[in-house]
């Protein structure tokens, strides 16, 4: 990373960080908190679909995990939300150790372990949309009790900086794997894996751990969406729409890039809401322009956001935004 | 060094090596020739763990490593080249160096080093920050020789990292893989460019449809009717001796 970079995450993350002081519309804060989930889901989709090269379709399955777990953890046993976060996060990575476990050592690759991964997560949608324990259909509510001991805050902007500060740690966790040995086994594994192997990387470990943060990260997002809405079910929770946008926002921002996850979210929902804004009450009109951005993206940029500004600065800069 | 013992290895009907046997001294450039078709890749991946073979063991520095998984193999010492150039197409030079330099040094900084330091060894000093996909074909064969050496392999099993340059690019690497023994790295290569195994090599195996017909000196090897008619045909040998008689 170039110190041109870093100063690019600091200034994106400062002004996140001061919208609260700026605006007290509620609509632009909740807009901007709901980007941040789906950008921390999308960092975990990034490390193994993005640097790691193994695209899962199924990341609901992680961000599911998050919420039920904290949330049956508060409801069902009395336990303190920040330790139900704490539980969360450890059964998400735990489930992608599991799911990668299952589908690596069986060779599973590309399109193959991405429909794997669809598989597992919607067996865990049926599974919590059926079980009274989970709530079945209707769901779990959480019971509303402001305070920092039980992860519910009062006042929008706070709830703002927390997520802000686990999608910043999120960064953290991306830009020091993407300078390390193992940072560099991910790539040697998504660019070849018979020549990763052949140079002793252990491809199948490498996967494993890569799945595990992955699911860890995207479990967390989980946990956040439940303590700022306080409420999931199993359409929710485990539902395709959170595998799509933690996808999208990775692929769109720019694969495998540490910044791609949170400018692929804000350029995806600044669209979807700008669209819905001009279009007024057409039902489902983001989701069309998400649909023709996606095209766009995969026609003709494929590095996403981020690729296309790498090509049009000059070229003496641009090998900063690699990781 | 390295023993090779009744190697067979079978797909399906198709027998691709049938009952090899060799063995690889400490501190030799031994040749592994044959027609193609001949299983040679297919030997080569037996014994860098790629493939597992129907029968026959690998047994390197006295230990039998037939089940061995190909990244414990390269962390005890055995490296290997592609064929067909296996390039991480995504990455700089450096970058790609240093993934085989990682096998030995945890640190960034050090796998950095020692990859500039390998690229340095194979000429490849220049080229460093190129994207590895920007390489000529002859910049790739270099590619491929330095990550497997920046992992510090006890042996070297070079694939035809010859095949496809010219001869002049071929004067300037024979001298590189020669510096390469003489720093203490046990060597087979398979090859088809003669002069480069006449030159290197002290001691070449044949395989002929997937079996061993004949090993020696390079010359003598030459020399053997059985080879020249594993190359050109049955009869080839008496025809050429005829000839050279007439001449």
Not at chain 1, 3 to 23: E, G, K, M, Y
Not at chain 1, 237 to 259: D, F, H, K, P
Not at chain 2, 70 to 75: F, G, L
Request: proline residues 3%; aromatic residues 8%; positive net charge.
């Amino acid at each position: 990373m170039t110190r041109h970079t870093a100063l690019w995450i600091a200034l994106l993350l400062a002004a996140i960080a001061v919208a609260p002081l700026l605006t007290a519309s509620n609509a632009a804060l909740n807009f901007i908190v709901f980007v941040l989930i789906i950008a921390l889901a999308a960092q975990g989709w990034n490390l193994l679909g993005g640097v790691a090269g193994q695209s899962s379709f199924g990341h609901a399955a992680f961000f599911g995990t998050g919420a039920y777990v904290s949330a049956l953890l508060q409801l069902r046993f009395g336990v303190n939300a920040w330790a139900g976060l704490a539980a969360g996060i450890a059964m998400g990575a735990l489930v992608g150790w599991v799911i990668g476990f299952l589908s690596f050592r069986a060779g599973l690759r590309g399109s193959y372990f991405a429909l794997v991964t669809l598989a597992f997560a919607e067996v865990l949608r049926i599974l919590a949309n059926a079980m009274g324990f989970t709530g079945g259909a209707a769901g779990l509510l959480l019971k509303l009790d402001l305070g920092f001991a039980n992860l519910q805050f009062s006042s929008r902007a706070q709830f703002l900086w927390l997520a802000l500060g686990f999608v910043a740690l999120g960064l953290i966790i991306s830009l020091r794997i993407a300078a390390t040995r193992f940072g560099a086994q991910l790539v040697a594994v998504r660019e070849n894996e018979d020549a990763a192997k052949a140079l002793g990387v252990d491809v199948l470990s490498v996967k494993l751990r890569a799945i595990a943060i992955s699911g860890a990260m995207t479990a967390a997002a989980g946990v956040l969406y439940l303590q700022y809405f306080l409420y999931i079910d199993a359409q929710i929770a485990y539902g395709v729409w959170i595998s799509v946008e933690a996808l999208l926002a990775a692929m769109v921002g720019g694969r495998g890039l540490v910044l791609g996850p949170i400018i692929g979210a804000f350029t995806l929902h600044g669209l979807g809401e700008a669209t819905k804004a001009f279009a007024g009450r057409v039902p489902g009109i983001d989701l069309m322009v998400y649909g023709g951005v996606l095209v766009l993206v995969v026609a003709f940029a494929p590095g996403g956001v981020l690729g296309l500004l790498a090509k049009l600065r000059p070229k003496s800069r641009r090998s900063g935004e690699t990781a | 060094m390295l023993e090779v013992r009744d190697i067979t290895m079978r797909f399906g009907g198709l027998v691709a090596v049938g009952g090899a046997s060799f063995s690889v001294p400490k501190g030799a450039i031994v040749g592994l020739i044959g027609p193609n078709g001949a299983g040679k890749t297919t030997l080569f991946a037996v014994i860098a763990g790629f493939l597992t073979p129907t029968a026959g063991s690998v047994r390197f520095e006295g230990d039998d490593i037939t089940a061995m998984p190909t990244h414990r193999r390269a962390a005890r010492g055995i490296a290997r080249t592609f064929q067909i150039v296996q390039p991480f197409a995504g990455l700089d030079v450096r970058e790609n160096i240093a993934v085989g330099a990682y096998l030995r040094h945890a640190s960034a900084s050090e796998a950095h080093r020692r990859a500039e330091a390998v690229a340095q060894r194979v000429g490849l000093g220049a080229d460093l920050d190129k994207p590895a996909a920007s390489l000529t074909v002859a910049g790739r064969k270099r590619l491929e020789l330095a990550r497997a050496l920046a992992t510090e392999p006890k042996l070297l099993l070079l694939d035809e990292v010859l095949a496809g340059l010219n001869p002049s690019e071929i004067r300037d690497i024979v001298p590189v893989i020669r510096a390469i023994r003489d720093e203490g790295v046990t060597i087979l290569m398979i090859e088809h460019v003669m002069q480069a195994v006449m030159n290197l090599c002290e001691h070449v195996h044949v395989l002929a449809q997937g079996k061993l017909i004949a090993q020696g000196d390079p010359p003598s090897v030459c020399a053997d009717p059985a080879v020249v008619e594993a190359y050109l045909g049955r009869g080839a040998a008496e025809r050429l001796r005829l000839e050279a008689s007439h001449a």
